[in-house]
């Protein structure tokens, strides 16, 4: 499956932001959809995924700011983000893939990035 991600951007401090993955291939391999950042300098890290039946599974990095959701019938991922702070600017990645998990290495498919800057 091939995953494009957008809605990235500069925004200020407070601010929110979605970001959308859009998923094209067999809807078998996008079971479960996922995002992930990468801040400057630092490992990716797992924010929230989400299984075609609903299943959602998220560390807590940003304390309850951002919330995924899907819609299966487009294929897509959304992620809202809330209350932005400069903490957040980094790339963001959505990923797809059978099981939901946290590790980077059991999602088959990544989009491309998306970068977010958050201004203080």
């Known amino acids: 499956v091939q995953l494009q991600a957008f809605g990235g951007g500069l925004v200020q401090a407070g601010g929110s932001l979605r970001l959308s993955c859009a998923a094209s291939?067999?809807?078998?391999?996008?079971?479960?959809m996922a995002w992930f950042r990468q801040a400057p300098g630092k490992e990716r890290e797992f924010l929230q995924a989400?299984?075609?039946?609903?299943?959602?599974y998220y560390e807590d990095p940003v304390k309850g700011r951002f919330s995924i959701s899907r819609d299966n019938d487009k294929n897509t991922a959304t992620l809202q983000m809330n209350n932005l702070q400069p903490e957040d600017t980094a790339v963001y990645y959505c990923?797809?893939?059978?099981?939901?998990?946290?590790?980077?290495?059991?999602?088959?498919?990544w989009g491309q990035g998306t970068l977010v800057t958050v201004s203080s």
């Open positions: 990923a797809a893939g059978y099981s939901l998990v946290k590790w980077q290495s059991d999602y088959r498919s």
């Open positions: 291939g067999p809807s078998t391999s996008s079971n479960v």
């Open positions: 989400l299984s075609r039946s609903g299943l959602k």
